[in-house]
């Protein structure tokens, strides 16, 4: 990590940390975890270092260069807000997604459990036939949407089984 020379390591990251507290929270979208936003958004502001000229303000130029860095990255895996539209129809719920919302986050452990127990159950309820679209389900690999769709009430139907 290149040090500015007029600061010291923890003032950089302090510097850092502040901008990505600040921009980061603006990408989360399509699944995309916040704190896995601002790891990537830590790499960046890293990175963007050794390019930093001194005769800036180092807060300014990091603000700048991850909010580029960011709006590259959505427009390239994304496209415009048409497209964004299109493929959060067309992306793949996890199951995460799919069974969370009305788990309690209170307990972590909890939580696992209980989806170790729905996954359990789908298992071995779970038709031969839909074994492959649901293993690609699980992995987060595209599957067609009537075929996901399907698969989803399948899913649905064997978890509220027992109610």
Not at 1 to 22: F, H
Not at 35 to 64: G, H, M, T
């Amino acid at each position: 990590m290149k040090i500015p020379k007029n600061m010291s390591e923890e003032e950089t990251l302090e510097k850092i940390n502040t901008v990505i507290n600040r921009i980061a929270p603006r990408y989360t979208f399509n699944g995309y975890d916040i704190n896995d936003i601002k790891q990537e958004s830590f790499i960046i502001c890293l990175d963007a270092l050794s390019r930093y000229d001194e005769k800036r303000p180092l807060e300014n130029f990091l603000s700048v260069n991850l909010s580029n860095r960011l709006k590259n990255f959505v427009r390239d895996n994304f496209g415009n807000s048409k497209d964004v539209d299109k493929k959060k129809i067309s992306s793949p719920l996890t199951i995460n997604e799919l069974y969370c919302s009305n788990l309690s986050y209170e307990d972590d452990v909890y939580e696992k459990i209980q989806i170790e127990e729905i996954k359990d159950k789908i298992d071995s309820n779970l038709d031969a036939s839909l074994r492959a679209d649901y293993l690609k389900f699980l992995n987060n690999i595209t599957i067609p949407k009537q075929r996901r769709d399907h698969l989803i009430e399948i899913i649905k139907g064997i978890i509220n089984e027992d109610g």
